[in-house]
């Protein structure tokens, strides 16, 4: 995979696979993925509730834990926690060799604790203290209660992978976390990393639904726009968070950046090319998670070039024209972070039913 190891030797961006499986663990695919360039890898509810529901990999393990007397939301954390293990076990001489740079494992509080704040302090710390490895991440939402959240882990010391960010202003109050917290913190900065993960097409997704509903020649002119601008205007906004005499005393202590992630890669609208979401936000200090299916294009004929931080005037005058032409950006990012929120907690139900219909079956076999 030529193009994911140029991308990070030349460019700077890490690619991170966005899925896991029991079956990359025992068939040894992860390994082949990590030799061949990819440098992390995050889950989340709806990843988990399509590997467990769409194989019988797990069947064997749950057989086991059915036997006991443990819940079945305790038992759904077991299989993912078997995952996650073993991710991180494949990942953990890439981070050694990366210094701590990469290599990284996320894993994601439950879902319906995105508007509890003491919840998912307590959930995040469990997970740290549960798993203990140095290359994990946990993912806390960028809600408005999951930012105080988000801080609160900085400060003592926690890797954290933000998740589910959709505007540019609660952006700005995620990187405001993560250096504060920081600077709460009187360890080693060199071993807490954190990144600030962007959902992109989703943006464009509603962004058009919206273009099209006002249906002018000048709103449809802007279809697919939206996501890579505010990519670029997020880039820009991170480069200047990180950097001044505040950043600087901070890096005198080895702190690295919270380098922002485009998730969401995989090109919803079959009208846009099928690598559209990687090769326009290319760029140093940056992570791109991929689908399986996003990998595979990219590798085929995705374009390398540093795109991220050019033709930024542009990108400024394109979110003007959004809102010239009546598009509330910030109104898309509410209606992106309730339904991401929804989504995450509909997957986790729908498991968990499953798993409980799953579990009857078995007992009465």
Do not use: C
């Not at 443990?70 to 991710?87: C, E, H, K, Q």
């Not at 509330?328 to 139900?349: C, I, N, P, R, Y």
């Amino acid at each position: 995979m030529e193009r994911l190891i140029r991308l990070y030797e030349e460019f700077g961006q890490s690619p991170w696979l966005d899925n896991l499986k029991r079956g990359y663990l025992t068939t040894g695919e992860l390994t082949r993925l990590r030799e061949g360039g990819i440098r992390g890898q995050t889950s989340n509810p709806t990843i988990f509730q399509k590997a467990i529901e769409g194989s019988s990999d797990y069947d064997d393990q749950f057989r086991e834990l059915v036997r006991g007397s443990s819940s079945i939301v305790d038992d759904y954390w077991a299989l993912v926690l078997r995952d996650i293990n073993g991710a991180l076990d494949v990942f953990a001489p890439l981070y050694e060799g990366a210094d701590g740079g990469d290599g990284f494992v996320s894993v994601e509080v439950a879902p319906d604790l995105a508007a509890n704040t003491q919840g998912t302090i307590e959930a995040a710390r469990h997970l740290h203290a549960t798993i203990n490895r140095p290359n994990l991440m946990v993912k806390i939402p960028a809600t408005a209660e999951g930012v105080p959240a988000i801080h609160q882990m900085i400060s003592e010391g926690r890797n954290i992978n933000v998740t589910l960010v959709f505007s540019l202003e609660r952006y700005g109050d995620v990187m405001e976390a993560y250096i504060s917290g920081l600077e709460a913190y009187s360890g080693d900065l060199s071993r807490v990393a954190s990144v600030g993960s962007f959902f992109i097409s989703r943006v464009d997704t509603e962004t058009d639904r919206r273009l099209e509903a006002i249906g002018s020649p000048e709103a449809l002119a802007l279809r697919g726009k939206a996501a890579i601008t505010q990519g670029k205007l997020a880039y820009r906004q991170f480069r200047q968070a990180h950097s001044g005499p505040r950043w600087e005393a901070l890096a005198a202590r080895g702190a690295h950046v919270q380098r922002p992630l485009w998730a969401s890669t995989s090109t919803k609208n079959p009208a846009y090319p099928d690598t559209y979401y990687v090769d326009n936000l290319i760029g140093p200090d940056t992570i791109d998670t991929l689908p399986d299916a996003t990998i595979t294009a990219f590798d085929d004929h995705g374009t390398l070039a540093q795109t991220v931080d050019k033709d930024v005037d542009e990108a400024e005058a394109t979110w003007k024209a959004l809102h010239d032409a009546g598009v509330d950006m910030a109104d898309v990012a509410h209606t992106l972070e309730e339904e991401g929120v929804a989504s995450f907690e509909k997957s986790f139900d729908e498991l968990i039913s499953a798993l409980e219909t799953k579990a009857s079956s078995l007992r009465a076999e």
